[in-house]
């Protein structure tokens, strides 16, 4: 045969099964049309490394099962901090607080409500130049639109946003560039946008106060999730850590492991508690993950700084409504946890990876704010305990800051 686009169908396919890297789907893809089509059935997530937003309109990706970077040439982000990660697309904010989703992989991009929209978003001003020093309103200094901002005393400052005028919160300017950078704790995605699938809808955790928002295809603003008076931990507001889609709906963990089923469809918002909250934690983070086998699953890490990481593994027993330890661990099964929407994925489908392990980041925010994040990156072996570095991953001094942090990605091809 002369010809490779003469290549037959079924020899393409047993070909692209044996692709699990996305440079060789790229290369596969170059060769001419009829290798386009075909596509392979698994990438392996690449870690999107820190940045200069303001200048860089190239962005680094390692695979660290090659143990190598690739450099992708993304003027779409230029000027924009991601904040997340789901179904191979990141979410970007600019800074006029729009947003976009952005496949990273094809540079193909979809628009989004901006951040403005959010329900806890009371008020925006872009024409207002407050300096750091003056986001806190004092006595005297707030224009008439904020009468109800809470007054500060001069030298106290606090940690709330603006907005929540009807759930007994204070209200606080908050300067554009902290929004831009903390606002989005986490985004997931119902499915991936594409010409062919239109209908999907994005779950966010968003604000000071771990609450929830959903925006659906097409939505001209964010929408709340979360009504004060029916999610609740006690006396207490629940707060979320994590968010997950699974057989139609979303779910979303609660501090304390308390689970929430919410049906965003078209008809009505449906909330339905899963497991009640229990204390599992005293410091530490927890993840929602959907299986590759098709189980959801808690994951609790507590950190004492790199390497002193502990991850547990709690299955969901539905007909008890509870957690149940799992000794086990995750047989073998990969998790990359982190910023992104968890991911699963089978150590047979990963070549070089490891079963029972989880590829994590560091996702805690605040440690980023205070120029001492982002070195808690690493491979946690669940059955001996051991954490490992990550290949590829060149540790920073620790006086400097590593932003944005980095953020696993799932290439996707097909969008």
Known sequence: MS?????????????????????????????????????????????????????????????????????????????????????????????????????????????????????????????????????????????????????????????????????????????????????????????????????????AITGQYSDLAFYRSGDKKWTCATPADQIRTGDEEERFFDIAYHEGQFYALGYGGGLWGFDVSREHLKMTQVVPPETLMENGFLYLVKMKSGELVMIQRTVDGWPKEVFNVFKLDPDRKTWVSSKNGIGDEVLFLGYNASLSYSCHDIPGSKGNCIYFTDNHEDSHTENEGGYDIGVYDLEDGSVQPLPGWTRIDDDILVWPPPIWVTPNPCS
């Open 3 to 203: 010809k490779w686009s003469e290549l037959p169908k079924e020899l393409l396919d047993e070909i692209a099964k044996r692709l699990h890297f996305f440079a060789d789907y790229a290369r596969m893809r170059s060769v001419c049309v009829a290798w386009r089509s075909v596509l392979p059935k698994t990438c392996s997530p690449y870690l999107l490394l820190p940045y200069d937003e303001e200048t860089a309109t190239a962005r680094d990706f390692l695979c660290p099962f090659e143990n190598k970077v690739y450099q992708l040439e993304l003027p779409e982000l230029q000027g924009k901090v991601v904040r997340g990660s789901s179904h191979g697309w990141v979410i970007a904010f600019g800074r006029g607080l729009e947003l976009c989703l952005v496949n990273p992989f094809t540079r193909a991009q979809i628009q989004l409500p901006p951040l403005y929209t959010f329900p806890e978003v009371e008020a925006y001003h872009p024409e207002w130049t407050w300096t750091r020093e003056v986001y806190f309103f004092h006595s005297g200094q707030y224009p008439e639109w904020a009468s109800e901002v809470y007054l500060i005393p001069s030298g106290q400052s606090t940690s709330h946003y603006l907005g929540y005028p009807n759930r007994s919160r204070d209200n606080v300017i908050r300067e554009l560039v902290h929004l831009q950078n903390l606002f989005i704790g986490k985004i997931v995605l119902s499915a991936s946008p594409s010409l062919a699938n239109t209908d999907y809808t994005i779950m």
